[in-house]
């Protein structure tokens, strides 16, 4: 194993009107690693990426990022290139639909210095294309009207590996991908890390297909991440009140497990960032007093974390 | 017993593009029933013309949408009418009272600039014109009241709501009249989950209060293992198979929907899921004979040649293959 670590450690992100769209965030995605990062919209985990891809300064803390060779990735040239490159969630806003999508290669190759010659970049983009089952032919001179929703995001998967990055960054990649294809995009990401060692960080709403695809999962609430771990761990054996309930509301696709219980829905986001303690404390069916005044601590379990002070009263420990 | 009934319709978009005509076909030969009190799920992918069936259903037909057959016949109150031989004033006395719809994006469908309450004003008015204002506010208050929502949102506009309030609101709207059905069109998609299961449970609860038929457009198949008592499946343009809840996710036969089915990733089980080869058609250019032929690896080639008719193959259950069939 080349030791090969991404380290983010990111502090509050303070915005004009003092919403902490991310605090105190840090976890690290190993090589060859698929890093879930799930939950619902407005919390944070576009923000997280921004600041991943470098469009977004941390207000705090640091990220650091390691090239697939293992070596620190500074400047910001290199950090697009080498480092992080991000998959968009639907392939038709991705590109200029009056611009032909292999310009959008070219371009790639030409900006980064990627190749010295046509010759050398065609065999570059040829290369990247092969990787998810395209080619330059199927590509040559066509517009993204002209592609099926799952080829062009397949094309765009091709482009962000073009720089070989160590570090994909795909923000909700099959929501917009027609349902009969899906699967074969989440397929396509395990099959580029086993063959490429490239770390993907998936951020996605879809607990189900993050549990088919991910290694590791962080579950983010207000801008807190309130679980991480094994997948099998945190979304089987959840722990925290919050992934319990998200797990409770995600549609099984067996009708054998319909719902039956009633679910309370929040009163505004706003008011649940600007919360004291713990962010969920207001709709938590078991919330004490000291949710309401303290920031819970980390409770490490066997494969998994979990920030909840209910969990430390059951546990015992002090 | 049933409420509303399609027979062979047939839609397509006529569309001229600099003087080249262009067809897409985006319903083809859909029959199908709805009836009281049942939650009917219609799923399908982007672009199989879910949506333009429900309007078809609904009857807001407008160009360049054409309506090139079949027929849609609504019951109410135990007189058969066929919808689109009605006169457009009676057609708009059956919108809100029997029928109504809830579009896509509905969040987007309150006027904006009018308090939620002016909206609701309107719909009571319009189907309600003798009363006074202040009894049709105070039957909208009632209303929402009965479903559990804060009365307060009638004051407010539209944009100081969240989405899945809006969404409620909406809901809540198309339910008004006590309509006899009710077409909801992707009702949870852009939702959060927890949100997404709130709005799926007033709409089922609205359901069963009112005893009357909802219609969920989804591509999402577990939203309609949670809700739907029935199931039609879209594929360019045509319900290939329709059946019980418990037939299409237990005993599919159609390969497309046994694609669809077991490409569904499940928690506990992280084998690997297959998708379907290819991609969708366009509903420009349909593939000869079955739709799906081009995907579909046990195509013969009467599949390539001639559309299978949709057939009843067992109780409640009917599907448009050869394979089926043929056996």
């Known amino acids: 194993m080349r030791d090969v670590s991404k380290i983010f450690h990111m502090g509050s992100m303070l915005s004009r009107i003092r919403i902490t769209a991310v605090e105190h965030v840090s976890f690290r995605v190993g090589p060859g690693e698929i890093f879930g990062l799930a939950g619902e919209s407005g919390c944070g985990k576009t923000t997280l990426a921004r ?45 200029n639909p009056l611009r ?90 395990r099959d580029l890390v086993d063959r490429l060692g490239v770390s993907v960080v998936y951020i996605t709403h879809d607990l189900a297909t993050a549990y088919y695809v991910c290694d590791r999962i962080a579950i983010m609430f207000r801008g807190n991440i309130v679980a991480m771990g094994n997948v099998d761990k945190v979304l089987m054996e959840p722990k925290h009140p919050y992934v319990r309930l998200l797990m409770e509301c995600v549609p099984q696709t067996d009708p054998k497990k319909r719902w039956r219980a009633k679910v ?48 430390r009263v059951s546990q015992g420990v002090q | 017993m049933w409420s509303v009934r399609a027979n062979k319709l047939c839609a397509a978009y006529v569309l001229d593009i600099f003087g080249t005509k262009k067809v897409i076909h985006a319903v083809n030969e859909v029959s199908l029933e709805l009836r009281e ?46 919808l689109y031989s009605l006169a457009p004033a009676e057609r708009r006395d059956l919108r809100w009272s029997f029928i109504s719809y809830v579009p896509q994006s509905s969040m987007s469908n309150l006027n904006p ?28 208050r009632q209303h929402l ?33 006590s309509p006899r059905v009710v077409i909801a069109d992707e009702p949870v998609t852009a939702l959060d989950v927890v949100v997404q299961r709130g709005v799926l449970q007033l709409l089922k609860e609205v359901q069963e209060r009112l005893q009357n038929a909802l219609v969920i457009v989804t591509h999402d198949m577990g939203v309609l293992a949670n809700v739907a008592d029935r199931i039609g499946i879209m594929y360019a343009g045509r319900i290939i198979e329709e059946a019980s809840v418990w037939t299409i996710f237990e005993q599919p036969l159609h390969p497309y929907t046994r694609y669809l089915i077991n490409s569904l990733p499940a928690f506990g089980d992280k084998g690997t ?55």
């Open chain 2, 113 to 140: 600039v009018i308090k939620v309450k002016g909206t609701f004003g309107d719909v009571l008015k319009s189907h309600a014109p003798h009363q006074g204002k202040r009894e049709l506010l105070e039957r909208a």
């Open chain 2, 37 to 82: 009190n049942e939650v009917y799920g219609i799923a399908g992918e982007s672009g199989c013309g879910k949506t333009t069936l429900v309007r078809l259903l609904f009857g807001d037909v407008q160009p360049p949408l054409r309506l090139m057959g079949g027929r849609v016949l609504y019951q109410v109150d135990g007189r058969e009418l066929d």
């Open chain 1, 264 to 311: 309370q829905l929040s009163a505004s986001e706003t008011e649940e960032y600007l919360r004291a303690g713990c962010k969920f404390a207001g709709r938590c069916p078991h919330a004490m007093d000291i949710c309401k005044q303290e920031v819970p601590e980390e409770i490490y379990f066997e494969g998994q974390m979990a920030k909840c002070h209910l969990l």
């Open chain 1, 100 to 189: 032909q999508v292999e310009r959008y290669f070219f371009e790639t190759v030409q900006n980064y210095g990627l190749a010295g010659n046509r010759a050398e970049a065609l065999e570059r983009i040829e290369r990247a294309l092969q990787m998810v089952g395209l080619s330059y032919e199927a590509i040559a001179g066509r517009y993204p009207a002209e592609f099926s929703g799952g080829q062009l995001q397949r094309a765009s998967i091709a482009r962000a590996l073009l720089s070989e990055p160590s570090l994909l960054i795909a923000d909700e990649p099959v929501s917009m991908v027609d349902a009969s294809i899906r699967m074969s995009i989440m397929n396509l990401f």
């Open chain 1, 51 to 95: 600041m991943i891809l470098g469009f977004e300064e941390p207000t705090s803390g640091t990220i650091a990022l390691r090239g697939r060779d293992g070596q620190p990735i500074v400047g910001r040239r290199a950090w697009r290139r080498a480092g992080v490159q991000a998959v968009f969630q639907n392939p038709f806003e991705t590109f």
């Open chain 2, 273 to 327: 899921r297959e998708s379907a080869p290819g991609s969708p058609p366009s509903l420009v250019e349909l593939p000869s004979g079955c739709a799906f032929h081009p995907r579909c690896r046990l195509a013969r080639d009467r599949c390539r040649e001639e559309v299978p008719e949709f057939e009843m193959v067992g109780d409640e259950h009917r599907v448009a293959c050869w394979l089926v069939k043929e056996g």
């Open chain 2, 145 to 177: 009241v009965e479903l559990g929502l804060p009365p307060k949102v009638l004051e407010v506009y539209p944009h100081q709501l969240s989405g899945g309030m809006r969404q409620r609101v909406v809901i809540a709207l198309a339910t008004l009249l």
